[in-house]
């Protein structure tokens, strides 16, 4: 299986995760205070949503190039 193949597979899988689960998130550190013995710490929970027609995108772009690799 040669690279381009593989990049084909992974926008699929990319674009089929995108349109499974709409988005990720993860958690970061907004504030931290470090006073004598005391220590503070806020944690902020971000929220990345994918937009569906970058999902669908890739997903037709990775067909696309699997079809295009067959042919040539």
């Known amino acids: ?6 990049m084909a597979m992974v926008l699929i899988a990319a674009g089929m995760f995108g349109l499974v ?10 504030h931290r205070a ?6 503070v710490k806020v944690d902020e929970n971000q929220q990345v949503d994918i937009p569906l027609w970058v999902s669908i995108g890739a997903v037709v772009g990775g067909i696309l ?8």
């Open 1 to 6: 299986m040669n690279a381009f193949k593989t």
């Open 21 to 30: 689960y709409g988005g990720f998130s993860y958690v970061k550190e907004t």
């Open 34 to 39: 470090d006073i004598g013995p005391l220590h």
């Open 65 to 72: 190039m699997l079809v295009s690799s067959r042919k040539g």
